[in-house]
């Protein structure tokens, strides 16, 4: 399968306007979360782009056809909670069909690393197009667990969705995943000490589940 850069940086005028809505500090739970729905079925485009296709015979009212359709299983979407959820409601509406797991991590307070808590995935994973999705590329600790984990499950063909991802976390993905391309809609400046991205959009899970 031909496949994706390993950067994708999605500049789409419409990507854009939602983003800097997203960004606001002003803008509302409501409409943070229905930007986020909005914005994710634009990314869902572009990173379901270079899918392998097959034909199949139908018939329309007019004459029997070879009718292009998607080859292979069922894409796997793979939500990183709690964040990953937003841009997961989103993308199952433009792909009804696709299968849905979830990775739960926390971070160790002592050791700083990612703990998993929670993991479940569809089956044969080594035979779909695996999509993790988590608004957020910051440090990249825990996209890379999750992704350690979902190879671990035998996913071989992984795409990673994000809204933002600063340099260091893009950095430390092509270091510790390669093969993974990632697609976002924004690369921004920098991690602040806090690892929050800046000028980033605040802590993405707070801000679309109303919490502090
Ligand atoms: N997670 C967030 O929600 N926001 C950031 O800026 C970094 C990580």
């Known amino acids: 399968m031909t496949d994706l850069p390993h950067l994708t940086h999605v500049k789409h005028p419409l990507v854009q306007h939602k983003l800097t809505l997203m960004r606001d500090k002003n803008t509302s739970t409501a409409v943070f979360r229905q930007l986020l729905r909005e914005i994710s079925q634009l990314l869902a485009y572009e990173v379901t782009r270079e899918l392998p296709m097959t034909t199949k015979q139908i018939e329309t009212p007019m004459e029997p056809m070879d009718a292009p359709t998607l080859e292979g299983r069922k894409l796997a979407l793979i939500s990183i909670l709690r964040a990953g959820n937003g841009l997961l409601d989103g993308m199952l509406e433009l792909i009804p069909s696709a299968r849905v797991g979830f990775v739960g991590l926390y971070r160790d307070e002592e050791t700083l690393q990612p703990v998993q808590y929670y ?3 569809p089956d044969n994973m080594n035979e779909r197009l695996v999509i993790a999705v988590d608004p957020m590329l910051a440090t990249g600790n825990s996209s890379i667990a999750a992704i350690d984990l979902l190879k671990k499950s ?10 933002l991802a600063s340099p260091e976390g ?18 921004d400046s920098h991690l602040n000490d ?6 980033g959009l605040g802590d993405a899970g707070d801000r679309m589940f109303g919490t502090k």
């Open 194 to 199: 806090n690892g929050y991205i800046v000028p």
């Open 170 to 187: 893009i950095a430390a993905m092509k270091e510790a995943h390669p093969d993974v391309p990632i697609v976002t809609a924004s690369v």
């Open 119 to 121: 993991f479940k995935v």
């Open 154 to 163: 035998g996913a071989k063909n992984i795409r990673f969705l994000c809204l």
